[in-house]
């Protein structure tokens, strides 16, 4: 049984780009959830897709969007890129009909912004 | 608005020794509260977690925490350190939406031989 699985494992961009960032979650899993971590710092949430719609959003500008698919998974857009968007992006997995909110995350996406 | 503090952001413990890492939470209502471990370059892995009854939780590899209400705290515990415990180690809340989780700043691990 495969866990959350994310790609790409690193990327490197320059201020100003857009990004693309995908998840896909466990098996049995029907939630996704982003974050970012600054260095240093613990994980901060971006957004939470279900049923294909953001079901609630953190303190993040709309710079940052997501989608979801019908077989769940997951992509999370960064446009206009700062210099402070250099982080790891996670993603968390979670099943709508289990305990509250136990997530799965995945390893992440390592974004370095230039 | 629920927070989390982790007051420690570094502790260094001998292998062997026991380990106590502290958290702090606040929240109006039962709180449903989670220990995570994070090796360098990795994701984040569930150690344990608490959402009500037996305030003495259990978890994977040998650790626990307790949930004491009356000092808004749910501590990490583990009798007896392995140096291969070094990791940073976050505390979580689920916020009252019931959707994110918030964690604390994380408190770094270090074992010495």
């Known amino acids: 049984d495969a866990g959350v699985t994310q790609s790409p494992t690193h990327l490197i961009k320059t201020r100003g780009q857009q990004v693309t960032l995908r998840c896909s979650p466990k098996?049995?899993?029907?939630?996704v959830s982003w974050y970012q971590q600054a260095l240093g710092q613990g994980p901060q949430f971006i957004f939470q897709?279900?049923?294909?719609?953001?079901?609630q959003r953190g303190n993040f500008p709309d710079r940052f969007s997501g989608h979801q698919f019908p077989n769940y998974s997951s992509e999370l857009n960064v446009n206009a890129l700062l210099l402070g968007d250099s982080a790891l992006y996670l993603c968390a997995s979670s099943n709508s009909g289990g305990p509250p909110n136990e997530q799965f995350f995945g390893p992440g996406t390592r974004l370095t912004v230039l | 608005a629920q927070s989390v503090t982790q007051p420690d952001i570094h502790i260094t413990v001998s292998e062997g020794a026991s380990l106590e890492l502290r958290c702090n939470y606040s929240y109006g209502a039962t709180p449903y509260l989670f220990w995570y471990v994070q090796s360098p370059g990795q994701g984040l892995q569930l150690l344990l977690k608490y959402f009500s009854g037996d305030t003495l939780v259990q978890g994977i590899k040998g650790f626990e925490a307790e949930f004491k209400r009356s000092q808004s705290s749910f501590n990490l515990r583990k009798p007896s350190v392995h140096w291969s415990d070094a990791a940073e180690y976050f505390c979580?809340?689920?916020?009252?939406?019931?959707?994110?989780?918030?964690f604390g700043k994380g408190t770094t691990l270090s074992v010495s031989s």
């Open positions: 897709y279900y049923e294909e719609e953001e079901r």
């Open positions: 098996s049995g899993h029907d939630t």
């Open positions: 979580a809340v689920i916020n009252q939406a019931g959707t994110a989780l918030i």
